[in-house]
């Protein structure tokens, strides 16, 4: 597989994911923290985008430049993304991102000034696909029994983004 093509396998996968765990490093006692979040932006160029209250915790543990992880957990597939992650104000891209499902959390909108950007700047990616699902992991895992050869996962790589 290409430099590229795994590029786009990370992309592919990642887009079928609304949900993930934001992990960073409590800045006080080093322990690892996930907060989830809602994606925001399907297409997967490298960066994730996720809208945010400025003052919960996955904000209160940023620290800039620090190494976080954004993973993805699915029935057939996951993706383990790590990188840097920052705020930005940016009144714009809030409202592009923008959605119903925002004002949950948000319910003055994307003016309110408590909603801010975080940004996701991923460096690697280390993904585990098992095309067709439960079935299909099932049925290997019953091969693997009666053949006893070793159960083949699927695909796995990891990806310098």
């Not at 992990?23 to 985008?49: S, Y």
């Not at 057939?76 to 714009?92: H, K, M, N």
């Amino acid at each position: 597989m290409t430099h590229t093509d795994e590029h786009k396998k990370v992309a592919e996968l990642i887009k079928d994911f609304r949900f993930a765990m934001f992990v960073t490093q409590d800045p006080d006692n080093g322990k690892l923290v996930a907060h989830p979040l809602t994606v925001q932006e399907a297409e997967f160029d490298g960066d994730l985008w996720f809208l945010v209250s400025k003052v919960a915790g996955p904000i209160a543990d940023l620290v800039p430049d620090a190494p976080v992880n954004v993973s993805f957990s699915g029935d057939s597939s996951w993706v383990s993304l790590s990188g840097t992650a920052r705020l930005i104000e940016d009144r714009q891209k809030i409202r592009e991102l923008w959605n119903p499902m925002v004002e949950a959390w948000f319910p003055e909108g994307p003016d309110d000034p408590a909603v801010g950007v975080l940004k996701f700047d991923a460096e690697s990616a280390e993904y585990w696909d098992s095309p067709g699902g439960k079935i299909a992991t099932a049925f290997s895992f019953v091969k693997s029994k009666i053949t006893g050869e070793r159960y083949d996962g699927g695909d796995n790589a990891t990806v310098e983004l």
